[in-house]
C-alpha cells in the first residue's frame, strides 16, 4: 500500500522545487522600499516630517478633565 505514495510524494517534492525555482528570478527584480537613516551623522541637515502651520506647539496650562458619554 506504500507505493501509491512514493510517486506522489516525489510529484509534490518536484513540483515545490519547480515553483521555488520560477519564484526565485521574479523576487530578485524587486525594488526594495527599506531605507536606513543614521540618526547621529553629523552635518546632515534633514526636512522636517511636519510643518508648523501657527506659533509652536506649547504646553496646556492645566488638566483636562474628559469623561465618556454613553448616550
Do not use: S
Amino acid at each position: 500500500m506504500t507505493a501509491p505514495r512514493l510517486p506522489i510524494a516525489t510529484l509534490l517534492a518536484a513540483l515545490v522545487l519547480a515553483l521555488a525555482a520560477a519564484v526565485a528570478p521574479a523576487r530578485a527584480q524587486e525594488v526594495t522600499d527599506h531605507v536606513v537613516l543614521d540618526a547621529d551623522a553629523p552635518g546632515v541637515v534633514r526636512d522636517p516630517k511636519f510643518l508648523y502651520m501657527f506659533d509652536e506647539p506649547v504646553r496646556w496650562p492645566g488638566t483636562i478633565a474628559w469623561r465618556y458619554n454613553p448616550a
